[in-house]
């Protein structure tokens, strides 16, 4: 493992050569931050917490995309709140380090953790079904691979339908690390029938009811050893929530018509498509049972709040739909209709469409416009400013609120650009700088502005740049 240590102040070296002992000890190697736009593990000192601190986090983390783990000298530094504004940052954690060895078993401990994380991230087994790679989404996988391989927590999934709540209980039973796992049980809680809710869940005895001719083994049973998903669990009938209080919290049953209790192992993993939260008026629904199915919570964000991952789930939908040779790629104003598209139905409806345009399409060229059904098509012309969207101004709206000058927003905005279209261009400056229709020069110049703004706001140098272009 390799990660990066920076310290904003130049009195710190001394401190920083100490750091960098004490983690080879370890089995941690480190290297000098190099102010790149790729995400990178590494670890801040800082002797002051202020906003260009701050800013050097969100830079460095690439807005939470990256570890980093900021070591402050004296816990009064986070005096104020200081370390919640870190994290919001995109910190991974915020520590006080007096200079001794045993708080870096802390921290060597924290990134042999996030590493195992983010390697079960770009395995197959991930990125082969759950696909996405913008912030939104990476922080919700991080979420759930550390719970599903470090814990045996229940966990509730919610989401809007078609976020795919059901391929992360699947994900979450797979990277379950028990020994001997057993199967994943799926029950769909609209499908079950009040009457046989009983014996759907505990299972029966041989005639406890008219037409129980032979015994059967219920949810719980199916799912010893193993996991047990509820899905759209908030459709339960308020009497049957009642009755699974015991066997969630305890993990112990009777079948209907007996009088034993029987004993399940399992794993709860329960889904929503609606608020389950008491302070959420969620009406119908236990406070109780909710308390016992939510050890951890996932919420998956709709279509709308991670466009950025449409192209390449498109690209998955093309590529497991079609059958003869190489799938063909979209066309540029396809991806530009997608990307502008409302999906009601998020994922599913996405995929839905694409599905239908690969059906239409014939040849080996790309699937362009025609492909597209008539009642699908546009009845205006998209554009190319689908960026300039809904949450786009909400941001801008709440920095205007916060009190952020004009020059802060759009030094703020350029900063970001220019991070994402070099993380796209994995890491070519050249490319990036083409992509966004400026001089390999502008590029270089602004590379060079973030490094001197950080060692400014620090003392190390006498200004700041007054034009980064």
Request: proline share 4%; aromatic share 8%; glycine share 8%.
């Amino acid at each position: 493992m390799v990660i990066w240590i920076h310290s904003l102040t130049e009195s710190d070296a001394g401190q920083t050569l100490a750091l960098i002992d004490l983690l080879r000890q370890r089995g941690i190697e480190t290297k000098e931050y190099d102010w790149s736009p790729l995400p990178a593990p590494g670890v801040l000192l800082i002797t002051s917490c202020h906003d260009s601190v701050c800013g050097f986090v969100r830079n460095a983390s690439c807005d939470g995309g990256a570890r980093i783990l900021v070591l402050v000298r004296e816990r009064e530094l986070l005096a104020g709140g200081a370390a919640w504004e870190l994290l919001r940052a995109g910190a991974s954690d915020v520590m006080v380090w007096d200079g001794t060895s045993e708080v870096i078993d802390d921290v060597a401990a924290r990134f042999e953790r996030w590493n195992a994380v983010d390697e079960i991230l770009d395995s197959a087994v991930v990125k082969g079904n759950l696909i996405g790679r913008s912030p939104a989404w990476m922080h919700i996988l991080r979420h759930v691979i550390e719970i599903a391989r470090f814990s045996s927590a229940s966990i509730l999934v919610s989401g809007e339908s078609g976020t795919g709540k059901e391929l992360i209980a699947r994900l979450i039973h797979t990277l379950d690390a028990r020994p001997r796992k057993g199967e994943l049980v799926v029950l769909d809680c609209t499908t079950v029938v009040p009457e046989l809710s009983g014996s759907e869940f505990f299972g029966h005895e041989r005639g406890a009811f008219t037409g129980a001719v032979s015994s059967r083994d219920g949810a719980f049973a199916l799912a010893n050893g193993g996991t047990l998903f509820l899905d759209e669990v908030g459709e339960l009938p308020h009497t049957l929530q009642a009755e699974l209080l015991r066997v969630v919290q305890e993990h112990t049953y009777k079948r209907v018509g007996s009088n034993t209790w029987q004993k399940a192992e399992f794993r709860l993993v329960s889904a929503s498509n609606r608020e389950l939260r008491p302070d959420k008026n969620a009406k119908g629904f236990r406070p109780d049972l909710y308390y016992r199915i939510t050890s951890w919570s996932c919420y998956l964000p709709p279509l709308r709040e991670r466009r950025a991952d449409i192209p390449s789930l498109a690209e998955y939908f093309v590529a497991t739909t079609w059958k003869d040779g190489k799938p063909p790629r979209i066309d540029e104003d396809v991806l530009e209709y997608l990307m502008a598209r409302d999906y009601p139905g998020n994922i599913r409806e996405l995929r839905q469409l694409v599905v239908r345009m690969v059906q239409r399409h014939t040849g080996l060229g790309p699937i362009t416009t025609g492909d597209l059904s008539e009642e699908e098509r546009p009845q205006k012309n998209p554009g190319r400013r689908v960026w300039l969207d809904e949450e786009f101004e909400r941001k801008v709206r709440s920095a205007v609120a916060l009190g952020a000058t004009m020059r802060e927003i759009s030094r703020a905005a350029e900063d970001l650009a220019v991070r994402s279209a070099v993380a796209e261009e994995d890491g070519s400056w050249h490319r990036a700088a083409k992509r966004l229709g400026v001089t390999d020069r502008a590029l270089q110049f602004r590379r060079a502005a973030w490094r001197q703004r950080a060692e400014v706001a620090n003392g190390k140098v006498g200004q700041t740049p007054e034009n980064e272009e």
